[in-house]
């Protein structure tokens, strides 16, 4: 339902608190008076059926009996009373209500009934939108709205905080009121029972007076709704997120590597990085991180220059920075002869730039000045100590005319003391100038910057449904893998599971089975000794357990005596196992420094189906160098997953060993992560070893398990996915009236190239009829803002032609902007130049039309100028209501109301 109706809560008018009373110790005591007291500007009507009044405001006895109808009902009686309430509540017109009450799912199976109850009837009236229910309140502080029990009500401000925790939210604002923190929104969601994650930051999203919002999260129980909504909110404005339950020991349970090393909070890590959050550990973080990100602009690296009037502290902050794996930046040659000429001859002569304790002001100023001209520097970080000859203030006072004049990259401080240091700080903060009163401190603070900043690269990322160079028969593969179910094994094979994997082109060693020890031998003949034999049992997850694979196997003797062993190894250790008997299989030498990788992934239960990848081998789980990602992954995604291992570099250049073939290891990762997304029912899939050679990859041991009940619904493909891949089916070939064939499909982020020439094609009468302003040249922000889209929320089809030399180029563009419910949609066609009069913009804007059909949109809407007399026939030839802005005589509105 997304933002629909949220006014009614964040902006009511009328407010009925129901059981409201006088008495303190009561929920709808503390909730009515602050309601009353905080100087709302609006109507609050106690409804208390035994009181005739409440605080001396009249009271009624029920919500159909107040005098106008509210907009938003408070409710703070008994449970078991909720369900009638939301019944009368919806009766009565009601649409909005807070339901603070608890004793629902959180306290058992009959509050989770009750619960229900509730659900069910706020579905009977359409509209109806609840926080909570068994939450603290809401407090809008731009209204001087409490709708809570809360003890204070915070300062207005531009953070909103949401957090699923009522007792965090008591101490966060009395830590706030302390501080002198305000808020735009402050939100205990409860259980979120209709208003979620994803709703209000869709809300917040459209809200001026939110420049950047705070998450404290324990559960999410929409992941595709809540991937859509913070993507779509980061590209504008910073979350931050602290998740509780680090250290759940999920995983126990689980059948294969991937399972174990795939724990549910580095889940929540790499969905959280994909989103553009930035997640913090420490409470104490929150206040501090959510401001740097929305008042200072990202650095574009990690090269931080550290530039100090002590020694210490700049040992201090180096630590701090390299144990967070940020950088230290190398100062140019150029730098160093300019700061040679303005400090003493005895300065520290690199990074951290020791200035000395004897610095005065000006010597302070005029280095940060020069550091931050330095090419090779992303940030600079100041650190002042108190020492006898250090004027803190003043020092202050010239380093913050530096950041006034210096607004290009970030410039941090960090004023080490008390009392001395106090008026320093104040001008600092004053300036916008992030300062802070330990290097640590500011240190942490940067990493935040940097990962801000990385992440938002990241959410410009929008992976395609297969690459090109993927040529797969989908259907012959479903077909196979639908065998496969009917079959009744939820633990594939080695056998089928590299079978899998040989269909989406990834390299395997293929196994051959063997029940006895002359089947073996006959098949070690075929293959070719040297070789490798594995126990076979549908049980058996990880053999080398059990001692069930030896490897390097010469001759006949050697591999009668492996079957024997493998056996007895086998039954003894296992004797619950059905053994089957083992698979040969050529043996791979790694020669020439070849590394073990483990690629796999896993059905999580809250954002479905991730990747991983790691170093491999047996002892996968000891090391835990992993990393998660959500499938699937384009090149860029994958290379970024496999850059944060530790072992990353191992796969380079290697004290005289050549570097290993990284670009296959990424496109295996890549392979994978679209074998998964096809297959929903793949609840767990291992690749341990993956074989990293110089020229290409190996997979030497493969398993994959099934779950039948994870199959997709008719019509909501890729459901098990947190992020909807590129939707491949909007693809269509045209011919137009000219015979010439013209291909339309979605937009993806590599046509960014193409769309940059599409625009350089048309003729300034073109743009301005699109975009109703003039620009000199595109840019990769504006690129950013039209080639990376979420296509949950927004449709661009572009067509794509060929031309005579056999390159392709971009047509035109048509796009659906849907607002986040799919109720209404913002139309816009672009055609370049050479291509217009072909007929071509119709046959778009028709296509564009189907979809938002398809879409359920019931209401399409867009401007152009009134000059565009072309476009302007477009849109009457379609049945769009066509009329002049009563604002502005220059702009035609166009509206069409879709069946």
């Not at 951290?352 to 090419?375: K, N, Q």
């Not at 359920?856 to 477009?874: P, Q, W």
Request: hydrophobic letters at 40%; a negative charge; aromatic letters at 6%.
């Amino acid at each position: 339902m997304s933002v629909r109706n949220l006014d009614s809560i964040f902006q009511p008018r009328r407010i009925a608190v129901i059981g409201a009373s006088d008495d303190p110790s009561s929920v709808g005591g503390p909730v009515f008076r602050n309601l009353i007291s905080s100087g709302f500007r609006g109507v609050v009507y106690p409804v208390n059926v035994r009181r005739e009044s409440v605080e001396g405001v009249q009271a009624y006895p029920s919500v159909s009996k107040v005098p106008n109808k509210p907009d938003l009902a408070v409710v703070c009686t008994p449970a078991k009373t909720v369900p009638a309430i939301v019944r009368e509540c919806g009766e009565a017109g009601v649409q909005g209500m807070i339901i603070i009450s608890a004793g629902f799912r959180e306290s058992g199976a009959d509050g989770k009934e009750l619960e229900q109850q509730v659900a069910d009837e706020v579905a009977r009236f359409d509209g109806m939108r609840v926080v909570g229910p068994n939450c603290l309140g809401v407090i809008v502080p731009g209204l001087r709205m409490n709708a809570s029990f809360a003890a204070t009500t915070p300062a207005d401000g531009h953070i909103a905080f949401v957090s699923q925790s009522g007792a965090l939210c008591t101490a966060v604002l009395d830590w706030a009121d302390e501080e002198g923190i305000g808020f735009s929104h402050f939100v205990s969601v409860g259980n979120m029972l209709d208003a979620d994650f994803g709703d209000l930051l869709d809300y917040f999203s459209e809200d001026p007076a939110t420049k950047s919002v705070i998450l404290y999260v324990e559960s999410i129980k929409d992941a595709r709704k809540f991937m859509s909504a913070t993507r779509a909110f980061s590209r504008t404005k910073p979350i931050v997120a602290f998740k509780s339950g680090r250290f759940a020991e999920s995983a126990a349970a689980a059948a294969s590597h991937t399972g174990a090393m795939a724990g549910e909070d580095a889940v929540y890590d790499a969905a959280f990085e994909r989103a553009g959050i930035v997640r913090i550990s420490e409470i104490d973080e929150m206040f501090d991180c959510a401001e740097l990100l929305a008042h200072h602009k990202p650095p574009t690296g990690s090269r931080l220059a550290i530039l100090t009037n002590a020694g210490g502290p700049g040992v201090m902050a180096t630590d701090a920075l390299l144990a967070r794996h940020g950088t230290l930046a190398k100062l140019s040659d150029d730098t160093i002869a300019s700061l040679n000429d303005i400090l003493p001859p005895y300065w520290s002569h690199g990074n951290p730039i020791d200035v000395l304790g004897d610095a005065p002001p000006e010597r302070i100023a005029e280095s940060a000045r020069l550091v931050l001209d330095d090419d090779g520097v992303d940030a600079v970080l100041v650190i002042l100590a108190p020492q006898a000859m250090t004027d803190p203030t003043e020092a202050a006072r010239a380093v913050a005319k530096v950041g006034t004049d210096n607004r290009y990259k970030p410039l941090l401080a960090a004023w080490i003391g008390g009392r001395m240091m106090r008026e320093g700080t104040q001008l600092l903060s004053q300036a916008k100038i992030p300062t802070y009163t330990t290097p640590e401190q500011a240190v942490h603070a940067f990493m935040h910057l940097v990962s801000y900043a990385r992440n938002q690269e990241v959410l410009h990322e929008t992976p395609r449904d297969l690459p090109v160079s993927f040529s797969l028969d989908r259907e012959r593969l479903r077909g196979l893998f639908d065998t496969i179910l009917m079959e009744g094994q939820d633990v594939l094979s080695e056998t089928v599971s590299k079978a899998l994997l040989e269909g989406y082109e990834i390299p395997v060693t293929k196994p051959y089975a063997a029940h006895s020890a002359d089947e073996a031998v006959q098949a070690a003949r075929r293959i070719e000794y040297p070789v490798v034999l594995k126990v076979l049992s549908p049980d058996i997850t990880h053999k080398t357990d059990v001692g069930g694979v030896v490897v390097n196997l010469k001759s006949d003797d050697e591999v009668r005596q492996a079957y024997e062993q493998i056996i007895t190894g086998a039954k003894d250790k296992r004797p619950d196992a059905n053994v089957l008997g083992v698979t040969v299989q050529a043996m791979v030498k790694p020669e020439g420094g070849a590394v073990e990788m483990i690629i796999g992934a896993k059905k999580d239960p809250t954002f479905g189906t991730v990747v991983m990848a790691g170093m491999g081998g047996i002892a996968a789980e000891v090391f835990k160098d992993r990393t998660l990602g959500l499938p699937p992954l384009s090149e860029r995604l994958a290379r970024r997953m496999l850059e944060s291992l530790d072992s990353w570099p191992l796969l380079g250049e290697y004290r005289g060993r050549p570097a290993l073939d990284k670009d296959a290891l990424i496109e295996t990762l890549m392979r994978v992560s679209y074998l998964v997304a096809d297959y929903p029912e793949i609840k767990e899939l291992d690749i341990n070893p993956l074989i990293v050679k110089q020229d290409g990859v190996v997979a030497l041991d493969a398993r994959v398990v099934i779950d039948r009940s994870l199959v997709t619904e008719p019509g909501r493909p890729y459901q098990h996915l947190a992020i909807r891949p590129y939707p491949d089916q909007y693809v269509r070939n045209i011919t137009l009236s000219d015979g010439e064939r013209v291909k339309l499909r979605p937009i993806k982020p590599e046509d960014e190239p193409m769309w940059h020439d599409l625009l350089a094609s048309c003729s300034e009468g073109s743009l301005w009829f699109r975009f109703r302003h003039l620009f000199k040249k595109t840019t990769h922000q504006m690129a950013s803002r039209y080639c990376f889209i979420d296509y949950d929320r927004e449709m661009a089809i572009v067509s794509e032609m060929e031309t005579a030399d056999g390159n392709r180029v971009l047509s035109g563009v048509v796009r659906l902007v849907a607002d986040a419910d799919h109720e209404s949609a913002e139309y816009a066609v672009l055609i370049g130049d050479p291509w217009q009069g072909r007929g071509l913009g119709s046959a778009m804007t028709d296509y564009i039309l189907d979809i938002a059909r398809q879409w359920g949109v019931k209401r399409l809407y867009a401007e152009t100028t009134s000059d565009n007399a072309r476009m302007i026939g477009m849109f009457r030839n379609r049945g769009f209501e066509v009329k002049h802005s009563k604002d502005d005589d220059t702009l035609v509105l166009a509206d069409l109301k879709l069946e």
